[in-house]
């Protein structure tokens, strides 16, 4: 009798169970990892032959996003920039009904760097298609990617790269001879400011502008001819303005935030962290350190180097920039600046350098979120010892 009774029950509770199940299902069931991993572990491997352009970016964001428009989702960021161009940030999401550790990663807004976009753009078309880099790193997190962050610096510099080059600070001086040559480096964007002193001169270094401890490296102000010229204020460029408002608002999301820039000395390839205006170190200085590090070792150079992991500020202090505003005003905690080696106007046609600073650039953001990993011990268990990701 009890026996049956509790058959009884048991059938019951089953049946509720059942009962349950279908009426509320899973969430997204459809949208669950196993089922995409299966769905996308073709790989067609972009490759980009050139230095991309604005228009590049955005067509090849535009076909991610018309192939995948579940899981890709494109961001026109605003204001435009001087020359009206729109800044565009892309962001990968395998699960839209929750949130997953964000992973924001910004480039091109040093004009000098022409493959960081090229490399934002690849990274996410692994993300996306190769089966290597879906598990983890497409299905745990949530990125949010700005390729291109001046564009009309890139444009500008792209347009002049024929001409014989002439010092910098000589370029801008002299207008008459602005016409055959091109300046021998240019770090900023095209800006023409209102009430302008200077009319010789133009352009503002996009990350002097943000406005987190503006100008407490220099004395004076830069002259605007100069290429680290901040700016009549903070936030003066449309550029920093657009990318500040995407970062504020995604700050919730975000966990951590790479700023993909370039080195350019070779053999002067560099992980670094905030601050960069001041020496203080910030609080957080050692977990900085420890991923760094990690994540060096992870990303070994091809000659056997290790990239130098340290704190920004030790090599030389750097105020208003993007990474300090980042940690500084929006308060993500790890902010990391990449800088593998970049020449300045390459050879266009010649794209060893490029797929040299690609794969670098790659390899260094996914060692990043390795050593990131490790650190918080997420999915990893120590095992006789040894640490095994899973
Ligand atoms: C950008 O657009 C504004 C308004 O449409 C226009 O006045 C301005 O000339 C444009 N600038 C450039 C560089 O095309
Ligand atoms: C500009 O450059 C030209 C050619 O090098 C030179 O002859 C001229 O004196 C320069 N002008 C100024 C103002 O430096
Ligand atoms: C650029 O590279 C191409 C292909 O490697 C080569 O043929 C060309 O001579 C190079 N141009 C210059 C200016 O070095």
Same mark, same amino acid.
């Given at each position: 009798?009890?026996?049956?009774?509790?058959?009884?029950?048991i059938?019951v509770l089953?049946?509720?169970g059942?009962?349950?199940?279908?009426?509320?299902?899973?969430?997204n069931?459809?949208?669950?990892?196993a089922k995409?991993?299966?769905t996308?572990? &073709?790989?067609?491997?972009? /490759?980009l032959?050139k230095?991309?352009?604005?228009?590049?970016?955005?067509?090849?964001?535009?076909?991610?996003?018309r192939r995948?428009p579940?899981?890709?989702n494109?961001?026109?960021l605003?204001p435009?920039?001087?020359e009206n161009?729109?800044?565009?940030?892309?962001e990968?999401?395998s699960d839209k009904?929750t949130?997953?550790?964000?992973i924001l990663?910004? @480039?091109g807004?040093?004009?000098?760097?022409?493959a960081?976009p090229n490399?934002?753009l690849?990274?996410?078309?692994?993300?996306?298609?190769?089966?290597?880099?879906q598990?983890?790193?497409?299905?745990?997190?949530?990125?949010?990617?700005?390729?291109?962050g001046?564009?009309? @610096?890139?444009?500008?510099?792209?347009?002049l790269r024929?001409r014989p080059?002439?010092?910098?600070?000589d370029?801008?001086?002299?207008?008459s001879v602005?016409?055959?040559?091109?300046?021998?480096?240019?770090?900023k964007?095209?800006d023409l400011e209102?009430?302008q /002193?200077?009319?010789r $001169?133009? @352009?503002?270094n996009?990350?002097r502008?943000?406005?987190?401890h503006?100008?407490?490296d220099?004395?004076?102000?830069?002259?605007? $001819? $100069?290429?680290?010229y901040?700016?009549?204020?903070?936030?003066? &460029?449309a550029?920093a303005?657009?990318?500040?408002?995407y970062?504020?608002?995604?700050?919730?999301?975000i966990?951590?935030a790479?700023?993909?820039?370039a080195?350019?000395?070779p053999?002067?390839?560099?992980?670094l962290?905030?601050?960069r205006y001041?020496?203080?170190?910030?609080?957080n200085y050692?977990?900085?350190q420890?991923i760094?590090?990690?994540?060096a070792r992870q990303?070994?150079?091809q000659?056997?180097r290790?990239?130098?992991v340290?704190?920004?500020?030790?090599d030389?202090?750097v105020a208003?920039?993007?990474i300090?505003?980042i940690s500084?005003?929006v @308060?993500?905690?790890?902010?990391?600046?990449i800088k593998p080696?970049?020449?300045m106007f390459p050879?266009? &046609?010649?794209t060893n350098?490029?797929?040299?600073?690609?794969?670098?650039?790659?390899t260094?953001?996914?060692?990043?979120?390795?050593?990131?990993?490790?650190s918080t011990r997420?999915n990893?268990?120590?095992f006789?010892?040894?640490?095994?990701?899973?």
């Open positions: 009798m009890l026996l049956q009774i509790k058959i009884y029950l059938s089953y049946f509720l059942a009962l349950y199940m279908v009426f509320f299902p899973p969430r069931f459809d949208l669950s990892g995409i991993r299966t996308r572990s &073709t790989s067609d491997s972009l /490759k032959q230095y991309v352009d604005h228009k590049t970016v955005s067509l090849v964001l535009d076909g991610f996003r995948d579940d899981v890709v494109v961001v026109n605003t435009q920039t001087f161009r729109t800044i565009l940030a892309v990968l999401r009904q949130r997953k550790p964000g990663i910004v @480039g807004l040093n004009p000098m760097a022409w960081s490399a934002i690849e990274l996410s078309e692994k993300l996306l298609y190769d089966a290597h880099y598990t983890p790193f497409f299905n745990d997190y949530d990125w949010y990617l700005v390729p291109m001046n564009p009309d @610096g890139i444009e500008f510099t792209h347009k024929t080059p002439l010092d910098s600070a370029w801008a001086q002299n207008i602005r016409a055959e040559t091109r300046p021998s480096e240019w770090h964007n095209v209102d009430e /002193k200077d009319t $001169c133009f @352009g503002t996009i990350n502008n943000f406005a987190y503006w100008q407490d220099v004395h004076k102000t830069p002259t605007q $001819c $100069c290429q680290y901040p700016g009549q204020k903070p936030f003066s &460029t550029e303005r657009a990318i500040r408002k970062v504020d608002k995604m700050g919730d999301f966990n951590l790479i700023h993909l820039h080195s350019f000395k053999k002067k390839e560099y992980i962290y905030p601050w001041s020496l203080r170190s910030p609080s050692r977990t900085l420890e760094g590090e990690y994540a990303a070994r150079l000659d056997g290790l990239y130098q340290h704190q920004s500020s030790n030389e202090r208003g920039t993007l300090d505003y500084g005003v @308060g993500v905690d790890l902010v990391f600046l080696y970049h020449e050879n266009f &046609t010649d350098n490029l797929r040299l600073y690609v794969k670098k650039s790659i260094t953001v996914l060692s990043l979120v390795r050593a990131w990993r490790s997420q990893t268990l120590s006789f010892g040894r640490d095994v990701e899973f």
